[in-house]
């Protein structure tokens, strides 16, 4: 059974659509991977700010160990997995490769989620208050965020095709504008392709 990874960047909504999904696909389980690297270094959850102190190639590091694991001999204990994640690992301005390693090829199909950079910056603007997301430069203005968020989502859709050709991966782009509902049906209509359901 092929497993999923579907990504985008921050605030695009995948989530969401992950689990709208797997509610009505059952054969399938949702593996966030923010969450999945916690419990894998035993950190506490919710403990975003520990998480974030640690240096970046140990969490590239383990993120590879902990993936190739999931997917390999464990992955064939679960359901088809679904891993909610990112093509980048964004830091204040900064982008940083975040897929290293060969545990694509455990793979089925990649997916890329996306949407006009303005919903996205609402969305983070929205969930600032009690999500913290330090993807901007300190001090900078809504615009200079907006821009930023145009450079994330063009080096993520580079990220994740070059992936799909190191791999040759199966890989589709949707649209989550506004209807994630929509975007949900479109992803489910990509699994039934994939695995000849209807």
């Known amino acids: 059974m092929p497993h999923y990874f579907v990504g985008g960047i921050n605030g695009v909504g995948k ?13 399938l389980e949702h593996i966030h991977t923010t969450s999945l690297i916690m419990q894998w ?6 403990d975003y700010e520990h998480l974030q102190s640690l240096p970046e190639a140990h969490k590239t590091e383990q993120n590879q160990l902990m993936l190739t694991h999931h997917l390999g001999v464990a992955g064939q204990q679960y359901r088809q997995l679904v891993l909610d994640s990112h093509y980048l690992h964004i830091l204040e301005g900064r982008t940083s490769q975040l897929i290293t390693g060969d545990w694509p090829r455990f793979l089925g199909a990649l997916v890329l989620i996306e949407a006009d950079v303005e919903s996205i910056h609402e969305r983070i603007s929205c969930d600032s208050p ?38 040759s991966l199966p890989h589709h782009i949707i649209e989550n504008n506004g209807d994630p509902a929509t975007a949900c049906n479109n992803l489910l209509a990509i699994h039934q392709e994939l695995t000849g359901k209807s």
């Open 15 to 27: 989530s969401t659509i992950v689990r709208e999904l797997v509610a009505a696909e059952p054969s």
């Open 41 to 46: 270094l035993g950190i506490a959850p919710g």
């Open 130 to 167: 009690t999500r913290r997301r330090p993807l901007f430069l300190p001090g900078t203005t809504a615009a200079q965020q907006i821009d930023a968020l145009s450079d994330y989502k063009r080096e993520t859709r580079e990220e994740f095709e070059a992936i799909a050709t190191r791999f």
